[in-house]
């Protein structure tokens, strides 16, 4: 089955800084790749996705880049701001699947004021 | 608006003991999952369904039971209890494939 690695586990950045979390998966049939943000004591929320057939999308300071061919997506958060502070989920949707989701372990983001 | 809505948000229950755990969403979804999360490692599917009367077994489904009678309501059980299933629980739908899937706020389940 499907499976989802997410690098790095804790990623600490500067105010205005960049920050940039990594994700492989097994499965090259997947082609729904979503990511979540979730806050202390609060259910994931979706910030952006990605479909196969797009290599890249952006909305305001998030992006996401897709490579089909190497099967790693990377989110992209630009001018970070200390309400960026949480933990951040990759996830895939396998092929054959009505919209189950495999996430990666999450990444711990902490934006330094 | 629409929303997913889990309770209790947190139990404390003995070894041993059946539990289970409410999810009632109002976006008319069909597609509903359970997940639970512990430290080290995210998101781990439970059991999902697809539609009234659908059931399947997701990654950790061992020791879980899910049943769906109505398109609302996905109540997962505990049918013994274990202190392996302290974690927290959450409920999440989506209307399927390629689309946003909605989490609900968690239940902190704490078996002793």
């Known amino acids: 089955g499907e499976n989802v690695e997410q690098h790095p586990s804790t990623l600490s950045v500067q105010e205005g800084d960049s920050a940039v979390i990594k994700c492989t998966y097994s499965?090259?049939?997947?082609?729904?790749f979503p990511w979540y943000k979730q806050e202390l004591g609060k259910g994931p929320q979706l910030i952006i996705d990605?479909?196969?057939?797009?290599g890249e999308k952006k909305d305001q300071r998030i992006a996401v880049t897709l490579n089909k061919t190497a099967k790693h997506f990377s989110l992209h958060i630009t001018e970070t701001q200390p309400e960026d502070s949480a933990v951040y989920f990759c996830?895939?949707?396998?092929?054959?699947?009505?919209?189950?989701?495999?996430f990666g372990k999450g990444t711990k983001l902490s934006v330094k004021p | 608006d629409a929303e997913i809505t889990q309770s209790p948000r947190h139990k404390i229950t003995e070894t041993g003991r059946q539990v289970t755990l409410a999810c009632h969403q109002t976006?008319?979804?069909?597609?509903m999952f359970w997940y639970r999360q512990d430290l080290g490692h995210g998101l781990r599917l439970i059991h999902y369904?697809?539609?009234?009367?659908?059931?399947n077994k997701g990654e950790v489904s061992d020791g879980y039971s899910v049943s769906r009678s109505n398109t609302e309501d996905l109540p997962l059980t505990l049918e013994s209890a274990a202190s392996s299933q302290t974690s927290v629980y959450f409920c999440?739908?989506?209307?399927?494939?390629?689309?946003?899937?909605?989490f609900g706020q968690g239940t902190r389940l704490t078996v002793v």
């Open positions: 990605i479909r196969s057939n797009v």
């Open positions: 499965d090259s049939a997947s082609n729904y």
């Open positions: 976006w008319n979804h069909n597609n």
């Open positions: 996830a895939a949707s396998p092929w054959g699947s009505q919209g189950n989701l495999i």
């Open positions: 369904s697809y539609g009234v009367q659908d059931t």
């Open positions: 999440a739908s989506s209307g399927g494939r390629g689309t946003e899937a909605f």
